[in-house]
Protein backbone atom coordinates (compact mmCIF):
# COMPACT_ATOMS: atom_id res chain seq x y z
CA UNK A 1 0.00 0.00 0.00
CA UNK A 2 1.33 2.95 -1.10
CA UNK A 3 1.52 6.17 1.11
CA UNK A 4 -0.98 9.27 0.89
CA UNK A 5 -0.70 12.63 1.04
CA UNK A 6 -2.94 15.14 1.58
CA UNK A 7 -2.22 18.72 0.09
CA UNK A 8 -5.33 20.47 2.45
CA UNK A 9 -3.16 23.14 3.98
CA UNK A 10 -0.33 23.00 1.99
CA UNK A 11 0.95 26.70 0.44
CA UNK A 12 3.53 27.54 -2.24
CA UNK A 13 5.42 30.36 -1.61
CA UNK A 14 5.65 32.95 -3.75
CA UNK A 15 9.13 33.94 -5.10
CA UNK A 16 8.67 36.60 -7.86
CA UNK A 17 7.60 40.13 -5.74
CA UNK A 18 5.24 41.15 -8.92
CA UNK A 19 3.34 37.96 -9.24
CA UNK A 20 2.90 38.32 -5.11
CA UNK A 21 0.84 42.01 -5.39
CA UNK A 22 -0.77 41.07 -8.15
CA UNK A 23 -2.36 37.68 -6.50
CA UNK A 24 -2.58 40.21 -3.36
CA UNK A 25 -4.35 42.58 -5.11
CA UNK A 26 -7.00 40.07 -6.88
CA UNK A 27 -7.84 38.96 -3.23
CA UNK A 28 -8.38 41.84 -2.04
CA UNK A 29 -10.80 43.11 -4.34
CA UNK A 30 -12.23 39.37 -4.32
CA UNK A 31 -12.84 40.00 -0.29
CA UNK A 32 -14.24 43.69 -1.15
CA UNK A 33 -16.53 42.07 -3.58
CA UNK A 34 -17.51 39.31 -1.44
CA UNK A 35 -18.01 41.44 1.73
CA UNK A 36 -20.38 43.65 -0.31
CA UNK A 37 -22.43 40.78 -1.69
CA UNK A 38 -22.85 39.10 1.33
CA UNK A 39 -23.26 41.95 3.62
CA UNK A 40 -27.36 42.21 3.85
CA UNK A 41 -27.78 38.61 4.77
CA UNK A 42 -24.88 37.23 6.98
CA UNK A 43 -23.24 40.36 8.56
CA UNK A 44 -21.00 37.94 10.78
CA UNK A 45 -19.69 36.74 7.72
CA UNK A 46 -19.29 39.90 5.95
CA UNK A 47 -17.27 41.15 9.04
CA UNK A 48 -14.95 38.12 8.64
CA UNK A 49 -14.33 39.08 4.84
CA UNK A 50 -13.63 42.99 5.82
CA UNK A 51 -11.39 41.56 9.14
CA UNK A 52 -9.77 39.39 5.88
CA UNK A 53 -9.62 42.82 3.39
CA UNK A 54 -7.76 44.90 5.75
CA UNK A 55 -5.15 42.24 6.44
CA UNK A 56 -4.61 41.35 2.76
CA UNK A 57 -4.46 45.40 2.37
CA UNK A 58 -2.06 45.96 5.18
CA UNK A 59 0.41 43.04 3.56
CA UNK A 60 0.31 44.78 0.59
CA UNK A 61 1.02 48.48 1.38
CA UNK A 62 4.32 46.79 3.58
CA UNK A 63 5.46 45.34 -0.25
CA UNK A 64 4.55 48.44 -2.05
Request: with cysteine; glycine share 4%.
Amino acid sequence: MKNQYCKVGTTTPLTNEENMISLLERRYNSFIEMAAQIGNSNTKLAEFLQFKAVKTRRTLEKLV
